[in-house]
């Protein structure tokens, strides 16, 4: 027989008879031994689904001499909890609590609470498994321990283990010696009322548990408790899904390691974190607290938490509270506290002598605050070397009200606040409280109150004004203050730094320096002034630029006639004469408020306002024997008017400088009118009383027009000439219908009412705030368009149903877009198609939270029947879209909300408002139109000769495809009616198939008439024609695998390679989206010329003789195309520009003049060296530019742009020759 040792120790074992007890395991032969384990084999394999994989895992030891209050556990037996301790449980127990022992797993059913004299649970040189879902409790009385062992034992959990664990001594440690690894879904506590709760100083300790607590010693006793730690083990591992709880109140640390070595803690805690030693250090060692909300960490020694080399670090959600008797963290600079996430931060220490905290970090807190608890004259500071991203306050004594601002180093006091104005000292660096910010102060450079100072505004928010004599101004976060006032010497510049967004109105003598990274909204004013000459007054210029996006203030003069307007040109007061400019920069908009008028002075001082990005004019705008190009040339917006005086009359014009003529009033009130009122040439405006017809002639109407409520019928507003109303509102609660007709457009800022709304074909309505027209049923509160609806506000559209006509065109921008509310009746009917679209109709969006939304409230909305509620035709949504559903929670009600976003956006439905689905968006569908060819006779006439209004019509839908167009004469047709398919393939292609199914997809019969012309007879449903075109021509073949015939460039590619223009970047690639240089450019310029030959010298010290773009370059400047960039250069590599581009064309086609002198873009200045250009190229069809009326003069030209525009500029306007 040859023994067999398992892993160095005893097998576990059950010895057949006659087996010596003394020998190891062994494997006996013979049959009767074979027998005998095939039995055994038997019984293992049935109790091994019971027993816990973990007893079995390899490398584990069962381990020896297992005993539990006193009595060895036998493999296969259980036991019951008895009053002084435990006793073998019967067959004949009905008891449901016990404990069942297998070969080093205790097995835990239902709830076991052992109390005993003697030792509680007791095993060496193994691992002991705790199994099963019950609660175990092990508390040892006397000087034993609730679980003992060896060093080299282990008391860990079965995987699924779920029951809480007590551990729990009197005078012992509550675990010693053992490895303690314990992982549970119920609660673990160990304690011990006058020792150690944890002794493993060769052990780490991980527990695992819903709470886990550890209780040391505790000075309430009434016997003196041993200075122990709670926790003695070389590292502390603790994941607590509700919550972890330390405490002791030992005069050494509560938790270390032993002989003076430092216990590695990590605790991941969901719930709160509560570490106290009432008596001394908290913890020695490193600290890591991660996914906590509270945290509070307390101690009486000297100092709370220390480390020699490692830090501490805590990451939690709400307050981090740490006090001391002494120090809270010390420890040199680089081995300080973390504390990252927290909401508030609250440390607080008596020391005096030295520092409360050194070497914190604070990342991404809310508020922190160090607290000396001990009032000291000492020079050491509360807090040192603290690095955070919000300032720390700090407070000498609990009760200190006005404590320092410790921020980036920096150390500031509290500031006096009796002045109006927020300024620095001249003796020390101060700070104000702005709201839920600061603004600070460095103390005066020369110590002296007009010297110069630094500021900082982090978060600040105050109406009181900033004065001071101001070098820099760091911006970081949210600030609005109401004014900054610079009072240096001329000549000296404020520098605007940081990375924050800042909302001011600024005064200084010097323009400021603003950094790019620096949000700035507002207007800055830079004043000089003259002394005077001759005159009696000096002379004030006033220099007013806006920024970012602002209002214009009102400026207040003494006694003047215009009392909150704002003045531009000169005026004269008391003191002075002052000549007021005012500028909108580019990229910047400006409104002018209702509240707000401006004026010009004079004709002359037009040029005084100048207009480079967007002014906003919601108010009225005077200008001085204005011309309609003037007026145009400040590119005015929004809903107010213009109104130029000349001589005696005024002449009022819309903001794009359209004549209204002289007509202008307040309010126009006809709700209680009962006969004619108005005269079109006297007033503007007729008021028919028999027909419900107003009629506006080029009215100025700057208050609210009240319409009647016509008894629930029909109220016309007819547009004899464009007019201006600034509000419109019906009476009474009949809900008529307004009805927009005419051609003439009518601008109003808001529309709001119980009422329904048409707006007629050809009419023009825009709204420049909001349409708020009710939301009942889609019965009334209806929407109908089948003109032009145009609305800009961020409030949208609010009705009860939106309805876009086949003719009908819808533009809306802003925050929201459409919201639909009438799907639910007031009868308790439900509706359908609350918002809808025929085919032909167009929807244009671009709005921040939704487009489009139908709100059903309590209607409940599938999938599936979404699309009965927000109606469009075939082939309308754009790619990538798609109808979405939306559901959210009010008052305990689910709510529904359909609306149009792409696939992927991420919704969210709150109080009758959708988020995530706007950006733009246009519901459209576009089929080319082709005219017809044959205009007399008509081969084509209306299906059914109009003769039965009665007979329903069905669409006929064309699909896009490449290579040709498909047109019908008409896009709807009556069953029966003789439908012509006109077919023009594309130059180099035919038509290879053409086909037209029913709405169930069946094919119909097409009959070829010859001429590209295909008839069909209507059926009743609707129509889808597909056409497939193929090229006869093939043409140039395409070399590069990095374009495709789906792109816009394929073409223009091609021919620039068949006209040797290029050959690629290599001879696979074209690098469409690689920038163009400018040596590229003027070289494609070069060959498309043919090659010619240049007679001048080469000018310029960048371009050699032997680059390929040599004889381009000389060309391109003895043409006159380009003169370099200056210092002998021409920067051949540089990457060339859109405006670039468009002046190389513009100059190589002879710098013509562009039919118009006001740029077609917003960000072209009139006067730029490339506006002519530009201005040229767009009316030549050469480019559109890059969208929202910019053309990016500054963004670089790709090589596709390049080709195409050069194309275009070639071979259909022949500029280039």
Not at 108 to 116: D, N, S
Not at 703 to 728: Q, R, Y
Not at 1086 to 1096: C, D, E, L, Q, T
Request: charged share 15%.
């Amino acid at each position: 027989m040859k023994a067999h040792w398992q892993g160095g120790a005893p097998c576990p074992r059950r010895d057949p008879p006659g087996a010596d007890p003394s020998c190891p395991t062994f494997l006996y032969g013979g049959d009767l031994m074979k027998k005998r384990m095939f039995s055994l084999f038997l019984a293992l394999t049935l109790c091994l689904g019971l027993l816990p994989a973990t007893a079995w895992a390899a490398g584990e030891t069962v381990p020896s001499n297992v005993t539990l209050a006193g009595t060895a556990l036998e493999s296969g037996k259980s036991y019951i909890a008895t009053v002084d301790g435990i006793t073998e449980k019967t067959g004949e127990s009905a008891e449901t609590n016990y404990l069942t022992y297998d070969n080093g797993t205790l097995i835990v059913i239902g709830t076991v609470e052992i109390t005993c004299d003697s030792a509680g649970l007791s095993f060496y040189n193994g691992t002991l498994t705790l199994a099963g879902n019950g609660d175990l409790t092990i508390a040892a009385s006397g000087s034993n321990s609730a679980v003992s062992g060896s060093p080299q034992s282990t008391l860990t959990t079965a995987e699924g283990f779920s029951g809480s664990i007590t551990l729990g001594s009197v005078n012992a440690s509550a675990v010693q010696n053992v490895v303690l690894d314990l992982t549970t879904g119920g609660d673990i506590l160990i304690s011990s009322a006058k020792n150690s709760a944890v002794n493993t100083p060769q052990n780490p300790v991980m527990l695992a548990g819903k709470t886990v607590t550890i209780k040391g010693t505790d000075e309430t006793t009434e016997a003196s408790p041993a200075n122990v730690s709670t926790v003695t083990a070389p590292k502390l591992n603790v994941t607590a899904g509700d919550g972890v709880t330390i405490t002791g109140s030992g005069a050494i640390p509560l938790i270390a390691d032993d002989n003076g070595g430092e216990c590695a803690v990590t605790l991941n805690a969901g719930g709160d974190v509560e570490i106290v030693n009432k008596g001394g250090m908290a913890v020695f060692g490193p600290l890591t607290v991660t996914e906590a909300h509270n945290v509070t960490i307390g101690g009486g020694g000297t100092s709370l938490l220390y480390s020699a080399n490692g830090v501490h670090c805590i990451n939690a959600s709400g307050t981090v509270k740490m006090e001391s008797s002494g120090i809270v963290c010390s420890g040199n600079d680089a081995n300080g506290l973390t504390i990252t996430g927290a909401e508030t931060v609250d440390i607080a220490g008596e020391s005096t002598s030295a520092p409360v905290v050194t070497g914190m970090t604070l990342n991404e807190c809310g508020a922190a605050t160090v607290t000396r608890l001990q009032c000291s004259d000492t020079m050491a500071p509360i807090a040192s070397t603290v690095t955070s991203d919000i300032p720390v306050l700090l407070r000498n004594g609990s009760n200190d009200i006005e404590p320092q601002l410790l921020w980036d180093g920096e150390y500031y006091q509290k500031a006096a606040v009796d002045d109006v104005y927020m300024e620095p000292s001249s003796e020390a660096a101060v700070y104000y409280e702005a709201g839920d910010g600061y603004v600070m102060f460095s103390k005066t450079s020369d110590g002296t109150k007009t010297g110069t100072a630094n500021a900082v505004l982090l978060n600040a928010g105050s109406t009181a004004p900033i004065a001071g004599n101001l070098a820099e101004v760091k911006v970081i976060g949210e600030n609005s203050l109401s004014e900054i006032q610079s009072l240096d010497e001329v000549g000296t510049k404020v520098s605007f730094t940081g990375n924050g967004t800042l909302h001011t109105f600024f005064g200084g003598s010097v323009e400021p320096e603003i950094a790019d990274s620096v949000a700035f909204h507002g207007l800055v004013c830079v004043m000089t002034t003259e002394a005077p000459q001759e005159q009696e007054k000096p002379s004030i210029s006033m220099n007013f630029t806006a920024y970012g996006t602002s209002d214009l203030p009102p400026i207040m003069w003494e006694s003047d006639q215009d009392p909150g307007s704002f003045v531009v040109g000169t005026v004269s007061s008391k003191e002075a004469i002052v000549t007021i400019r005012l500028t909108v920069s580019e990229g910047a908009t400006l409104t002018i408020p209702k509240e707000v008028p401006l004026k010009i002075e004079k004709s002359e001082e037009i040029s005084c306002l100048t207009n480079h990005g967007t002014l906003i004019n919601n108010s009225t705008v005077s200008l001085p024997d204005a011309t309609p190009a003037d007026i145009k040339g400040l590119r005015l917006t929004g809903s107010g008017l213009v109104q130029v005086p000349s001589g005696t009359s005024i002449t009022y014009y819309t903001n794009e400088g359209v004549e209204l003529g002289n007509h202008k009033m307040e309010n126009l009130d006809l709700s209680s009118a009962d006969a004619d009122q108005g005269d079109l040439k006297i007033d503007g405006y007729h008021w028919d009383n028999a027909d419900r017809t107003l009629t506006l002639n080029g009215l100025a109407l700057t208050g609210t027009l009240t319409l009647p409520d016509a008894s629930g019928g029909e109220i016309k507003i007819v547009m004899s000439k464009e007019s201006l109303v600034n509000s419109v509102s019906v009476s009474g609660s009949y809900r008529p219908t307004v009805h927009i007709t005419g051609s003439a457009p009518l601008t109003v800022q808001s529309i709001s009412g119980d009422m329904s709304l048409t707006v007629a074909q050809g009419a023009v309505l825009n709204a420049m705030e909001r349409i708020n027209i009710g939301s009942s049923g889609n019965a009334d509160s209806i929407i109908t368009v089948n003109g032009t609806l145009t609305v800009k506000g961020d409030s949208g559209i609010r009705c009860g149903q939106m309805v876009t006509g086949a003719d009908g065109t819808v533009n809306i921008s802003g925050a929201c877009g459409v919201a639909v509310f009438g799907v639910n009746g007031s009868s308790g009917t439900e509706y359908k198609g609350a918002f809808q679209i025929a085919n032909g109709g167009t929807f244009t969006a671009d709005c921040t939270d939704y487009n489009v939304m139908v709100f059903t409230g309590g209607a409940a909305v599938t999938k599936e029947n979404a699309e009965t509620y927000l109606v469009l035709p075939d082939n309308y949504l754009p790619a990538g879209h798609s109808i979405r559903v939306v559901t959210g929670e009010s008052g305990g009600d689910t709510h529904y909300a359909v609306t149009v976003a792409q696939k992927d956006a991420d919704l969210t439905l709150v109080s009758e408002h959708i988020t995530g689905a706007g950006g733009k968006m246009e519901l459209k569908y576009q089929p080319t139109p082709t005219p017809d060819p044959d205009p007399t006779p008509d081969p084509d006439p209306m299906p059914g000769g109009g003769s039965d209004d009665s007979e329903p019509s069905y669409s006929i839908l064309l699909t896009e495809t490449k290579g040709g167009v498909l047109a019908v004469r008409y896009k709807y047709a009556s069953k029966g009616d003789t439908v012509t398919i006109t077919v023009t393939p594309d130059a180099g292609y035919e038509l290879d198939a053409l086909t037209a199914e029913d709405k169930n997809g069946k094919e119909l019969a097409l009959t070829d008439k010859g001429d590209g012309k295909y008839t069909f007879p209507m059926p009743g449903s609707q129509v889808t024609v597909t056409a497939r075109f193929k090229q006869t021509d093939t043409g140039t073949e395409n070399p590069f695998t990095d374009i495709s015939k789906n792109d816009y460039f394929y073409d223009a590619v091609l021919w620039a390679v068949e006209e040797g223009i290029t050959s690629g970047t290599s001879d696979t690639t074209f690098s469409p989206n690689v920038s163009c240089t400018r040596a590229q450019m003027v070289t494609f310029l070069w060959r498309v010329s043919g090659f010619p030959k240049a007679s001048i010298t080469n000018p310029f010290t960048d371009v050699s003789a032997d680059a390929y773009y040599y004889d381009a370059v000389l060309w391109a400047v003895e043409q006159g195309i380009t003169g370099g960039t200056g210092d002998g250069k021409f920067s051949p590599d540089a990457p060339c520009t859109r405006a670039q581009m468009a002046t190389f064309l513009w100059r190589a086609a002879g710098s013509p003049a562009p039919a118009s002198n006001v740029s077609a873009f917003t960000d072209v200045p009139e006067g730029s060296w490339y506006a002519k250009a530009v201005q040229w190229a767009y009316e030549q069809n050469i480019t559109n530019g890059t969208g929202d009326g910019k053309f990016s003069p500054d963004a670089t030209c790709t090589r596709a742009q390049m080709v195409q525009m050069l194309k275009i500029s070639n071979q259909e306007f022949h500029v280039v020759k």
